[in-house]
C-alpha cells in the first residue's frame, strides 16, 4: 500500500494564478482532509470530506475549493493564489482499520510557494 | 471552544536526559488526544494515544483530566528523538476533525 500519495511535491506560482493540489489513498478510508502547516502555527484544517459526495470547510477555508472526486481522491483548489498561501499543504485520511481507531494518516506534503 | 496549547517551542536536552513536552487542551466533551511526530522532511504520523495508554520509542503521556493536560514524556532522550512533535484534540463528533497544537521541536544534543 502506498498510503496517502500527494502531487506535487513542490509548486511555485505567482500571484493570481490557479492550480489543484491532488490527493489520493488507496486505505479505503472513508474521511479526507486537508490541512495547511505554517511556522509557529502549527497545522490548521482547511477543508474536509466526511465521506465521499460531502465537504465542509475547517478553519481556514478563505480562499480554496475541494473536491472529492471519488473515495480515494481528494483535491484542494486555488482559484487565485497570494502570497499568504505560501505554506506547507498536508492530505490525510481516517478510516477504521483494524487498531488504527481514529487515526489519521498523512501525506508526504506538497510544499507551495506564491510570489 | 476546543484548543490544544503547547507551550514551548524548542526544548533542547542533552542525550539521556528526561524529556517533557507540556500540552494543554481545552474542550467541553469527552476528550481523546494523541501526539504525532514529524521527522526532519518527512510526513506526521501518530505516535501515541491515550486511549490506548502505550509506550512508543519510549514515551508515555498521561491525560490528566483534572489539569487538562496530556503530556509526553520519556525518561532518557536519544539523538533520533530529534523532531516537530504535534499535540492534537479528537473533536467534532463523526466528523472528527483534530486540532493541533502549535508544536514544540526537540532538539537532542549528543
Known amino acids: 500500500n502506498a498510503g496517502v500519495t500527494q502531487t506535487p511535491k513542490f509548486q511555485v506560482l505567482k500571484t493570481g494564478q490557479s492550480m489543484t493540489l491532488q490527493c489520493a489513498q488507496d486505505?479505503?478510508?472513508?474521511?479526507m482532509y486537508w490541512y495547511r502547516q505554517d511556522p509557529g502555527m502549527g497545522l490548521r484544517l482547511i477543508y474536509y470530506?466526511?465521506?465521499?459526495?460531502?465537504?465542509d470547510k475547517g478553519e481556514v477555508p478563505n480562499g480554496y475549493n475541494v473536491s472529492r472526486l471519488n473515495k480515494r481522491e481528494f483535491s484542494l483548489r486555488l482559484e487565485s493564489a497570494a502570497p499568504s498561501q505560501t505554506s506547507v499543504y498536508f492530505c490525510?485520511?481516517?478510516?477504521?482499520?483494524?487498531?488504527?481507531?481514529?487515526?489519521?494518516?498523512f501525506g508526504p506534503g506538497t510544499r507551495l510557494t506564491v510570489l | 471552544a476546543q484548543r490544544v496549547t503547547q507551550p514551548e517551542k524548542l526544548l533542547s536536552v542533552f542525550k539521556g536526559a528526561p524529556v517533557e513536552l507540556k500540552c494543554n487542551y481545552s474542550y467541553s466533551g469527552s476528550p481523546e488526544l494523541f501526539w504525532y511526530v514529524q521527522y526532519s522532511r518527512q510526513r506526521l504520523q501518530l505516535l501515541l494515544r491515550h486511549i490506548s495508554r502505550e509506550s512508543i520509542k519510549g514515551f508515555t503521556a498521561d491525560l490528566n483530566k483534572g489539569e487538562t493536560s496530556f503530556h509526553l514524556k520519556k525518561p532518557f532522550a536519544q539523538e533520533e528523538d530529534s523532531a516537530m512533535y504535534y499535540c492534537a484534540l479528537l473533536y467534532g463528533g463523526a466528523t472528527n476533525k483534530l486540532i493541533f497544537g502549535t508544536g514544540t521541536l526537540l532538539a537532542v544534543q549528543p
Open positions: 486505505m479505503n478510508h472513508n474521511s
Open positions: 490525510a485520511s481516517r478510516g477504521y482499520s483494524g487498531s488504527h481507531y481514529n487515526e489519521q494518516f
Open positions: 470530506s466526511a465521506s465521499e459526495g460531502t465537504t
